[in-house]
């Protein structure tokens, strides 16, 4: 899942996604005091305008030039209020302390031996910030011979709750009912939720 891979998928239809927000995202954060955010993974940028329009400065990262590319050109009623940044996360750390809301939808974060790339995720919620990891239920997913992964390659949501130490507390790490219709092709009925906060 390089650089590579995501621009073919991308380039592969005019539109990928619904260009709806995460249905978390919306539930967990309405109504929630604006500052800065990272939208990790951002694709075509629906999570990131939502958030725009909800007062939040957001950092929008995606590894895709086509996708940020997409998301830039549908942002015009977030002009100002989001910034697009091609990175690698595995590879380039986002700043640490530096987001009051760090937003994980779906995100195929590699699980590492030492942790590192999540350990940077972790880094950049600032004191009193909010981390916000959402997956899809494992028990949704056809057998894995059918897969093209390996869905136990990648962090679920409720092993980075255990990961996380006494300078977090975990406010939701649940499994839910989807508030959309799973993509198409797709047989997500219920994602996996957490959302912690930093202590300190």
């Known amino acids: 899942m390089d650089a590579q891979f995501w621009d073919e998928r991308y380039g592969s239809s005019d539109q990928l996604f619904s260009g709806a927000p995460n249905g978390v995202l919306v539930t967990e954060m309405t109504g929630f005091p604006p500052g800065q955010a990272l939208d990790v993974g951002c694709g075509e940028?629906?999570?990131a305008r939502w958030l725009a329009r909800q007062g939040w400065q957001v950092t929008a990262v995606d590894i895709s030039e086509v996708a940020l590319r997409r998301a830039a050109d549908a942002a015009a009623d977030a002009a100002g209020r989001v910034a697009w940044?091609?990175?690698?996360?595995?590879?380039?750390?986002p700043p640490g302390g530096a987001f009051d809301l760090v937003s994980a939808q779906y995100f195929p974060?590699?699980?590492q031996p030492d942790h590192t790339a999540l350990r940077h995720?972790?880094?950049?919620?600032?004191?009193?910030g909010t981390l916000l990891f959402v997956g899809h239920d494992l028990a949704d997913l056809p057998p894995r011979p059918e897969l093209d992964f390996d869905p136990a390659d990648f962090y679920r949501p409720d092993e980075v709750a255990?990961?996380?130490d006494h300078t977090w507390t975990v406010l939701t790490d649940e499994t839910r009912p989807r508030t959309a219709p799973a993509p198409a092709g797709t047989?997500?009925?219920h994602d996996t939720v957490l959302r912690a906060r930093r202590l300190r």
């Open 45 to 47: 940028g629906a999570d």
């Open 187 to 189: 047989h997500h009925t």
């Open 109 to 111: 974060l590699p699980r």
């Open 85 to 93: 940044a091609r990175a690698d996360l595995t590879v380039t750390p």
């Open 162 to 164: 255990a990961l996380l």
């Open 121 to 128: 995720l972790l880094d950049a919620v600032a004191p009193g």
